[in-house]
Nanobody, 119 residues
Framework: QVQLVESGGGLVQAGGSLRLSCAAS????????MAWFRQAPGKERELVAA????????AYADSVKGRFTISRDNAKNTLYLQMNSLKPEDTAVYYC????????????WGQGTQVTVSS
């Protein structure tokens, strides 16, 4: 099973930018579909963005379209989330997640990284 470790979270003012990273180890990274999820206090975890194994296909939640970009570098075993034009409502713990070929859901998770956007 792949292991995931997120980094890059922090405190930023509204309108600012952050780039999250998720370092993978343990298995062949390029075999996994990857995604970023987030969970705000008192809310359910939600899918933010997803990316195919090659990186050629991506999908985004409506709330982040045009502001966030998901990408991956399979040579570096790393997943990224570039977040621009951040809003206070983007405040949450962000998690990266992996899904193997043939799996129905994401079942491998990182520990999460806190993103706080001040107004």
């Amino acid at each position: 099973q792949v292991q995931l470790v997120e980094s890059g979270g922090g405190l930023v003012q509204a309108g600012g930018s952050l780039r999250l990273s998720c370092a993978a180890s343990g298995r062949t990274f390029s075999n996994y579909y990857m995604a970023w999820f987030r969970q705000a206090p008192g809310k359910e975890r939600e899918l933010v963005a997803a990316i195919s194994r090659s990186g050629g296909d991506t999908a985004y939640a409506d709330s982040v379209k045009g502001r966030f970009t998901i990408s991956r570098d399979n040579a570096k075993n790393t997943l990224y989330l570039q977040m621009n034009s951040l809003k206070p409502e983007d405040t949450a713990v962000y998690y990266c997640a992996a899904k193997g070929v043939g799996q129905l859901s994401y079942d491998t998770w990182g520990q999460g990284t806190q993103v706080t956007v001040s107004s």
